[in-house]
């Protein structure tokens, strides 16, 4: 079991413990297992309602038209607010927003259980996307802090990615068994107990942050005036300030973007739903960049981007999942149109990509610190481009296990090599106080390139195929477009290969060794030190000083 630095404490230190204390010390190695297994519980959820999507529809009797927002309304405002929820967490604590997500998730999941028409099942699905972002971007922070770079922090990720690839599967069949038995209703409840008592367990699990130091006491001629002083020092201290203009021009930018994202094939990419709404957010994007230069105490210092590693991770995430999302949607669309597979043969079509994930993922993460991860993004790449072209050879005289289950070993292997990589890359520069916004980012990265991914295949597909009212309406005829949709999926990858090969940097993740910029500039090395070091050990997990926020951090030269 991969522990965490929280959990190494002095055995006089854990005799002084009261008894509730003895018990979190206990239960401290369960902190990985619950971060991940919150990530488990929202993919779970997510892809179990993507397969409930007719029986919710037919039983709440939604329009043709407002189908697509029982997937829409969570992914938007699941997306909307990860920059800001993410950033909350790295100023008032990673331990105490994740646990809030987790509640908030809990109780919209219960809410939406028991719809009763449309119009409250889409608000409450979007109020418990609100607790999905203020979960997942925390959950990312808690592995990064609570792990030292090198062998451990590989091995906690590797873990975290390997319950991620466990959800997708795992929610194709709970969601099949639980439709044709109890009923949808009970994805959410299954989800809001399974939560709960997750509730339970990271309450006592996740260390919570060690005290903040007192103030120095301010020397001053008259005694009222020194108390004046020090009890100022000690507001300042303790309450972090909040962007405010910035979080609310960040959410609306990034909502439109994936309100567009998502709506583009339903309603047109030029349409009068879509685009202006688009625009609207180029403009509120571009405003928040310029928001983030003038406060004292942005919500996202630009400071971040200058770590070249770090920019390139967040668009190889935002590439790989669009990848990854499309090519698998296609895999599904293969099994249930060529093939004509019911959902539960579905589901059992995936499953050796499910049982390779946590094969995979663990099985690199205890090796991953001693290799170089340039060269196994870019091996990863061209694996999951050799599974598109694979699925391109697929028709309905082709056996299941000639082409299929071969391309889903390469596919997730692919996966495990690009994915695991550019996420220890991704948080390996970033000080303990950036981390939340750093996890935030990078989810923001793959909630966008999942929808786009699934998006420009289907412009490709739809092409080819026709639409509803004048093309091929179903069957094996569909490969047709399958097949080019395929072909859009080799040019990301290949975009992708070149976009490591160029900006990734050749350096080990054991060390955070040094990483040559082009031009000869040298860049970070990532070490914990110091200060970082104890406050780790005494189990701190929240918000630095706030004069951190503003200024350059000290332990990382980018």
Known sequence: MVEPLTQKLSSEESVELGGVDKLRLKLRPLLLYVVSTAQFIDIVNGVSVSVAILPIANELKFQVTQVVWIMNAYTIAFSGLLLFAGRLGDLFGHRRMFLFGLSWFALWALVVSFSVSPIMFVIARALQGVGAACTLPTAMAL?????????????????????????????ILLAGGVVSSIGWTWIFRISAIAVLILLILGYLAIPSPAPAPAPAPVVSSSSSSSTVAT???????????????????????VTGIVYYITTGVEYGWASAKSLPVFLIALVLLATFLWIETKVESPLMPLRIWKSRAFSASVVLAFVSMGMAQGTMYY???????????????TALGFLVHAILAIVTFAGLGRILHRLRPKPLVLIGFLLRCCTAIMFSFVDETVPYWRLPFPALILHITGVALTLLPIQLIAVRDAANGDQGLVGAIYQTGLQLGAPLGIALLNVVAISTNGNVNHGTTGGPALMKGFRNAYYGAIVMGVFGFLVALIALPWGRLSTGSEIKKEGGDATASQEVK?????????????????????????????
């Open 143 to 171: 592995v990064a802090t609570n792990y030292p770079p090198g062998p451990e922090r590989a091995k906690a990720f590797s873990i975290f990615g390997a319950f991620g690839g466990m959800g997708a599967v795992a929610g």
């Open 231 to 253: 009890a100022t020092a000690k507001k300042d201290q303790v309450r972090p300030k909040v962007d405010f203009l910035g979080a609310i021009t960040a959410t609306m930018s």
């Open 331 to 345: 895999v599904n669309m293969v099994f249930q149109e060529v093939y004509q597979w019911n959902a539960l043969q």
């Open 530 to 558: 110091g200060d970082d070091a104890k406050d780790l050990e005494a189990g701190a997990q929240g918000h630095l000083d706030s004069k951190d926020d503003g200024q350059e951090s000290t332990e990382t030269i980018y």
